[in-house]
């Protein structure tokens, strides 16, 4: 029973670290797959789970790539029944276009459904049964490619970002298989696994014998070395967020801005270590060294007048986001879907749905459209201030909301001429990708005397003829992507 008083301390001490944000774990899923390592793992956290005060459940997804895989859902289902642990499955369809190679397609796959399944239940943490020669194998897997610090960190014990518990980091294979036989579990071996033409089976099978058969205590200094590098990276982390509040990072509609000058300050190095933290941050795939180096280039040289944008994939590889520079800022945001061509008509509520979009409709003092100019009255607004109640603007009269098509002009001052909307965007510093996101609003009306007009610009302008008195009330409009 080693390896069940060594999985003990660890979980232990996790459980105690000043660093675990999951103060008392009441639900853990555990990553099945029905390979050795798996249904070890499943075991003994089944063997610990009253003693240390945490409830167990487990997923197994179904890649579909075997034609085994039938018979080790069927394992994974059998090895639940006999512990009493909830077992949910999912079938994925891994993309093999991707672009990405069969493993890292189907572990996204596999992260993705397995992540879906936490929310859905609620669990603290996705608990995976990476093991010592997992690490070691990562790291030189991750050496010859090239990897920096990061990368050559390989796994950590606890992935915060992904609510990822690893507690088998420490424990060799031996000590798995050796508990296995001793608890006489039944597992499954996947046939994939000798197929040397996938790069960590080769290192697997081909290199990592023959170097463990010259150095004994390889997996283990390797190990220690991916342990080294993850603390190298606490401190690049460290000096990245330092670097990044410098860089006046600000809140922006759809993202983040920094200011591209106080980046250049930092040199070619800090850079380009703040811009991998901050893509990091952002939750967004990590561009390559050449990418890096290239989008660095493109930001040095780039004219202030000179408008520039550069796509990022989002860790899920669906989500788009877009580095833009405008004004001397960098702006990492994402790009929402289009504004419907259908017009919205408002119904009186404070929310409505429009296309992918929600658009807030706020009764405010002395901001927005002018109630009493579309026919609101006194009483109406106070129904609504109190207690919610919808407003009914007279029969005849329409509340518009319609994407733009180009020419419109408003006339925000009385004391100036009226401005076409680039100009107004122009002077309000919106940036250009921003501007189509920004609705029109125009009052139609079909009695006495039928008339369409042009009375705002979403939340940034209306027209000086339609603002309410600094005591009268009026109706702000905002949007934002579902």
């Keep these: 029973m080693a390896l069940l008083s060594q999985l003990e301390s660890v979980l232990e001490a996790f459980l105690t670290a000043p660093s675990t944000e999951i103060s008392k774990p009441r639900h853990w899923l555990v990553a ?106 990562t790291l030189l897997l991750q050496l010859v490619r090239g990897a920096g610090v990061k990368g050559l960190s390989a796994m950590g014990a606890w992935d915060v970002d992904r609510f990822l518990l690893r507690p088998l980091l420490a424990v060799p294979k031996t000590t798995l298989l050796q508990y296995a036989a001793e608890q006489q579990l039944t597992w499954v071996d996947d046939e994939s696994n000798a197929d040397t033409r996938y790069d960590r089976n080769f290192i697997r099978q081909e290199v990592m014998p023959r170097m463990r058969a010259r150095y004994p205590q390889l997996d283990s200094a390797l190990s220690r070395s991916a342990s080294h590098l993850a603390e190298a990276q606490t401190l690049l982390d460290t000096l990245a967020q330092q670097d990044l509040v410098q860089c006046d990072l600000r809140e922006e509609w759809l993202g983040q801005s920094i200011a591209i000058s106080h980046l250049h300050c930092l040199g070619d190095v800090r850079a380009k270590n703040v811009l991998r933290f901050w893509f990091q941050q952002r939750q967004l795939r990590m561009p390559n060294t050449e990418q890096l180096q290239d989008y660095w280039q493109q930001l040095s040289s780039v004219k202030p007048h000179r408008y520039l944008h550069l796509p990022l994939q989002g860790q899920s590889g669906q989500s788009v986001t877009y580095l833009h520079h405008y004004q001397q800022r960098l702006y990492c945001v994402t790009k929402p879907n289009a504004l419907p061509q259908t017009p919205l008509v408002w119904q009186g ?134």
């Design 32 to 137: 099945l797959s029905g390979g050795v390592d798996s249904i070890v793992l499943l075991h003994t956290l089944s063997q610990l789970r009253g003693r240390l005060g945490f409830t167990l459940s487990a997923v197994h997804v179904h890649h579909g790539l075997s034609p085994n895989a039938d018979s080790w859902q069927s394992l994974c289902e059998q090895a639940c029944q006999a512990q009493q642990i909830p077992l949910y499955t999912e079938r994925v369809r891994v993309d093999l276009q991707s672009g990405l190679g069969v493993e890292a397609t189907a572990r996204e796959a596999r992260y993705v459904a397995i992540e879906r399944w936490r929310q859905q239940l609620d669990a603290e943490a996705i608990v995976t049964a990476h093991h010592m020669q997992d690490q070691a194998e």
């Design 349 to 482: 509520h404070q929310n409505q749905i429009w296309g992918d979009w929600q658009i807030q409709f706020k009764v405010s003092k002395g901001r927005g459209i002018a109630l009493a100019r579309l026919g609101i009255s006194p009483a109406a607004i106070t129904l609504n201030k109190r207690y919610g109640q919808p407003i009914v603007l007279p029969e005849g009269t329409q509340l518009l909301l319609t994407p733009r098509a180009g020419g419109e002009s408003l006339q925000p001052d009385v004391k100036r001429p009226r401005r076409e909307l680039k100009v107004i965007f122009q002077m309000l510093g919106i940036p250009p990708w921003q501007r189509a996101f920004y609705p029109l609003i125009q009052v139609k009306t079909s009695q006495p005397n039928p008339y369409q007009t042009l009375v705002a610009l979403a939340a940034l302008a209306v027209d000086e003829a339609w603002r309410p008195g600094r005591n009268a009330y009026g109706l702000e409009i905002s949007l934002t992507p579902i």
